[in-house]
């Protein structure tokens, strides 16, 4: 388990920042609340001044991991390093990490100026001080107007920059974003996740963000960690999780893949055959062919796969390709989500762009032939945990 | 505007017989809650040659002068001075003691839910019965009974779970990411509590506060055997109906009710200065920053 953790960590083929300020270890961490376990001796390594996405669904761990990080929870095992020093038991401010709440729970009784200016006045500050450098922080987040309002006077989209001006005031080298963008419309937060960047550029510590949303975590994060039940399913680059899932729930979770899975029942060197969902599918075998009777799974991406219309049910399908029928239709634009029945055991999905649609438009029910080009075959790890995928998209 | 208002007009005109029906029921119930007690109030002005009830024989405040006249109609003045410093002793304890308990309950500590339950069965004991066991254990103590000691402690049974009950709903809604946001950004256990969670229960506190202040101040069956030999208010009363027989009785209704008004009207008044200061400091700011957020 530790070993497999640690190949993960290091399957990262994308380009990441190098080690700058606010690098973050997790060394062998298992989080217990009761009987049940949050998080599973999870390794992770995340380089300083990167922009880092935890992502999963509800009760993956993803929250708890950012808590521990933070100091607001402490492992039950393992150690938290950041640049190289085990800040288990240290408090928030001495870590160098702040924190943005998911509610924001900025301070209902004090205006923006002085909620942004909370930790200079523990510290002790003074009061001419304070409201200066309070102001200049509201500046870079573009609130300076709203100084003297209170927090319920503010839109949540404007909670957000003064929860964001309130937490980066304490000059942190990490900064911890507990899905920051969730109580947002969707207007204001594709604009936020920007502004997100941005800042995060701007002041160059490393963000950690907490989300789950797939597309969120790809456009901001140069790292995204997916999670599953407390335990980690693949760190790398948002190119890599996406293009290169190591698994079949990632495949799945991160979306964009069709995955075929199923039991090998013929492997001829050149190609292996499938059977899924009661069809055999017939795919370009990887450089280790795997053994007859064992679970095969490769992902194709959906835009990778080629449409046209079956001359005949019964024909036999060719190598990296599927039949079925067409069961959905959806406009998108550029292009046009086509969703396949009878194709393989779960839901096969092609992007089409609309050009090509349009050139010769399906019906719902119309026999179909999916195929796509060797190279776009993607072996997924064998081993991993069939049947739990989460979003479909 | 005009679109908007039509349609309430003419709901207006059309009520249903169901708001006729219930607004003569609360006609009733107003009546019957300030009916009794303006008879009070009037009669407390009744003329010189007044007796205790109508007709009224001309109007004056004899009464109320007469009323602390100690000879005639009892220590009202020394009884009224004692229940105000009990009141006010019994609120800052149950404000203080109520917040406090309310937070460690948030927790669950080992044996929390019977000390819950042990501290809300006072309300539920008969407050006579209450105030005769603690009168009776200072008696077996040889401790002198007091307004200030046994009728204190005894109000505080009465007072103290009442607290602890408005601190459990008001702390429901209290988020703790608060505290952790104060811990967050630095602050010391000492400054979380005093510069977020004290500010943030402040109206919360008040409403336990005018409970205290107000369940302290009528109390009677808890007070009556363990007061002692000095009287509080309620007891003078009781005392009074049994041998005064002038409107004066009347006036010391009226003049009890003002300082219950008094005493809500500084508690809602308090908590309206607050806003007011609080949105006052912030216009006179913003009216400078308004400008530069114009320009923008």
Known sequence: MNDSNKQITTMTTGKLPTAGRGSIELAGVTKRFGDTVAVRNIDLKIPGGSYCCLLGPSGCGKTTILRMIAGHENPTEGAVLIDGENVVG??????????????????????????????????????????????????????????????????GGQQQRIALARALITSPRVLLLDEPLSALDEFLRLQMRGELRRIQADVGITFIHVTHTQMEAVALADMVVVMDQGQIEQAASARDVYDLPRTGYVARF?????????TVVQNDGGSVTIESGGKRIRLSAPDTPPAVGSIFEAAVRRDHVRLSRAVSESAQPATNAVAGRVSGIEYQGTWLKITLEDACSEEFVVNLPDSLFFADPLTIGAPVLAQWNTEHVHFLASGSRPGRGAASH | MGQAAAPA?????????????????????????YGPMSAIYVLSFQGPTGGL??????????????????????????????????????LLVTVAMSVLAGLAFRRRFPGSTFVFYFAVASLI???????????????????????????????????????????FAVLSRFNRAFEEAGRDLGASNWQIFWMV??????????????????????????TLLTAG????????????????TSPAL????????????????????????????RSRKLVSNESATVEIGATQ
């Open chain 1, 90 to 155: 240290e408090p928030p401010v001495k870590r160098g990490t702040a924190m943005m709440f998911q509610s924001y729970a900025l301070f209902p009784h004090l205006s923006c100026a002085d909620n942004v200016a909370f930790n200079l006045k523990v510290r002790g500050i003074g009061k001419a001080e304070r409201r200066e450098r309070a102001l200049e922080m509201l500046a870079r987040v573009r609130m300076n107007q709203f100084a003297d309002r209170l927090p319920a006077q503010l839109s």
């Open chain 1, 254 to 262: 991160m979306g964009g893949q069709n995955v075929l899975s199923g």
């Open chain 2, 9 to 33: 007009q003419k709901q207006l005109g059309k009520r249903r017989w169901t708001f006729y029906a219930l607004s003569a029921f609360f006609v009733l119930f107003v009546a019957f809650l």
């Open chain 2, 53 to 90: 009830t109508f007709p009224m024989r001309g109007y004056s405040t004899h009464w109320f002068v007469a009323l602390f006249e100690q000879q005639r109609t009892g220590d009202f003045a020394g009884a009224f001075s004692r229940s105000l410093m009990l009141a006010v002793v019994v």
């Open chain 2, 125 to 167: 004991m008969p407050g006579i019965l209450v105030g005769l066991g603690v009168g009776l254990t200072f008696q077996l103590l040889d401790v002198p009974t007091n307004w200030y000691s046994a009728a204190l402690g005894a109000q505080l049974t009465w007072t103290l779970p009442f607290g602890l009950l408005i601190m």
């Open chain 2, 197 to 222: 969670v004290v500010p943030i229960l402040f109206p919360g506190m008040i409403a336990v506060a005018l409970f205290g202040f107000t369940l302290s101040y009528d109390e009677f069956p808890r």
């Open chain 2, 229 to 244: 030999a000095k009287n509080t208010l309620p007891m003078e009363i009781w005392g009074m109906t049994t041998n005064v």
């Open chain 2, 250 to 277: 009347y006036a010391l209704g009226t003049v009890t009710t003002l300082v219950s008004f008094f005493a809500i009207t500084l508690a809602l008044g308090s908590i309206a200065l607050i806003q007011w200061r």
